[in-house]
């Protein structure tokens, strides 16, 4: 079944949610100037992206400064392709920190010159799946679909907002050359977040001390996160997620997806993902 054109159409081969962005938006972005200091995170939805954009704004503004305390994490590290906010994004001060889901083809093109840094972070997609699917019911810029086994088949036939996640993650791997780039899972975050946060400062070439570190850290856990209205984006609940009572951060853990998948389901998942990434097994390796 295809998706619904009330909440995705499909641009360059990709699929965009018209609450969000236009056709037109995304083609200017092919010339977006990029600066030598910008930092772009790139993900497949429900991958760790809010996580990775707090981790970066703590580097940035607060393990170390104060007075920006009140500032949600969307203002401070926004959506390239989803200015709902209308930013003024050519005359940010830099270092310009964004997000994005974009595959690597639709990027700005100064992107592949190797100067600016993409964090590109990974989840196991069963998990992805599965906190997708979740969402999908939460918020209403999604369609919803809430049998999981139809869900599922629209996952892995890349027929949801951000298209596959299986062509996202093999596009970006395969095209890592032609960007200074730096892989991330969601796993090795979510086991040793401190060495996660070490990592991203020495790609950054950022310099914490001890202290800085710890409140890094201490400020990017999934407990912390939750109650921090800076970073839980419970403030999206207005607009975008007034469907159900559940929230962004929602369970923060590995492997739920076993909660949820029957062992045929998580068998067929396991079929079409060796097949298809059957040549990235050493980029990538989860306990799928
Ligand atoms: P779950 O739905 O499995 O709980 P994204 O930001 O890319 O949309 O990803 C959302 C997922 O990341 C959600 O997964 C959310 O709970 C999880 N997440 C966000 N912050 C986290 C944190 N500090 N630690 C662990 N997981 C976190």
Redesign the pocket.
């Given at each position: 079944m295809e998706p619904s054109e009330e909440f995705v159409f499909k641009h360059k081969g990709f699929y965009f949610q018209p609450d969000l962005v236009t056709p037109e938006y995304i083609d200017s972005l092919e010339d977006f100037e990029i600066r030598d200091s910008d930092v772009f995170i790139v993900?497949y939805?429900?991958?760790?992206?809010?996580?990775t954009q707090?981790i970066l704004s703590l580097i940035y503004h607060e393990g170390h400064r104060d007075g920006t305390e009140n500032m949600e994490i969307k203002y401070r590290v926004p959506w390239l392709e989803y200015n709902i906010n209308n930013m003024d994004y050519v005359h940010r001060p830099s270092p310009r920190l964004f997000t994005t889901h974009l595959p690597y083809y639709l990027v700005p093109r100064d992107l592949r010159n190797r100067r600016a840094k993409v964090i590109y972070v990974a989840r196991n997609p069963k998990?992805v799946a599965?906190?997708y699917f979740?969402?999908s019911k939460l918020s209403v810029i999604l369609e919803t679909i809430p049998d999981f086994n139809i869900f599922l088949e629209r996952f892995l036939a890349g027929k949801v907002a951000s298209s596959s996640w299986l062509d996202h993650v093999r596009g970006w791997s395969t095209h890592r050359e032609e960007f200074n780039i730096l892989f991330l899972t969601?796993e090795e975050?979510?086991k040793d977040l401190k060495g996660a946060v070490l990592k991203i400062c020495k790609f950054l070439g950022k310099q914490l001390n001890e202290k800085e570190l710890d409140t890094v850290v201490e400020n990017?856990?999934?407990d912390k996160?939750k109650t921090d209205p800076r970073a839980n984006y419970d403030s999206m609940k207005s607009n975008l997620q007034e469907r159900g009572k559940g929230h962004?951060?929602?369970?923060?853990?590995i492997g739920?997806w076993k909660n949820t998948m029957t062992v045929a389901q998580s068998e067929r998942f396991d079929n079409v993902f060796k097949e298809k990434m059957k040549d990235l097994s050493s980029t990538f390796s989860w306990d799928i």
């Amino acid at each position: 079944m295809e998706p619904s054109e009330e909440f995705v159409f499909k641009h360059k081969g990709f699929y965009f949610q018209p609450d969000l962005v236009t056709p037109e938006y995304i083609d200017s972005l092919e010339d977006f100037e990029i600066r030598d200091s910008d930092v772009f995170i790139v993900t497949y939805p429900k991958s760790g992206t809010v996580w990775t954009q707090n981790i970066l704004s703590l580097i940035y503004h607060e393990g170390h400064r104060d007075g920006t305390e009140n500032m949600e994490i969307k203002y401070r590290v926004p959506w390239l392709e989803y200015n709902i906010n209308n930013m003024d994004y050519v005359h940010r001060p830099s270092p310009r920190l964004f997000t994005t889901h974009l595959p690597y083809y639709l990027v700005p093109r100064d992107l592949r010159n190797r100067r600016a840094k993409v964090i590109y972070v990974a989840r196991n997609p069963k998990d992805v799946a599965v906190s997708y699917f979740h969402f999908s019911k939460l918020s209403v810029i999604l369609e919803t679909i809430p049998d999981f086994n139809i869900f599922l088949e629209r996952f892995l036939a890349g027929k949801v907002a951000s298209s596959s996640w299986l062509d996202h993650v093999r596009g970006w791997s395969t095209h890592r050359e032609e960007f200074n780039i730096l892989f991330l899972t969601y796993e090795e975050m979510k086991k040793d977040l401190k060495g996660a946060v070490l990592k991203i400062c020495k790609f950054l070439g950022k310099q914490l001390n001890e202290k800085e570190l710890d409140t890094v850290v201490e400020n990017a856990t999934f407990d912390k996160m939750k109650t921090d209205p800076r970073a839980n984006y419970d403030s999206m609940k207005s607009n975008l997620q007034e469907r159900g009572k559940g929230h962004f951060l929602r369970k923060g853990i590995i492997g739920d997806w076993k909660n949820t998948m029957t062992v045929a389901q998580s068998e067929r998942f396991d079929n079409v993902f060796k097949e298809k990434m059957k040549d990235l097994s050493s980029t990538f390796s989860w306990d799928i």
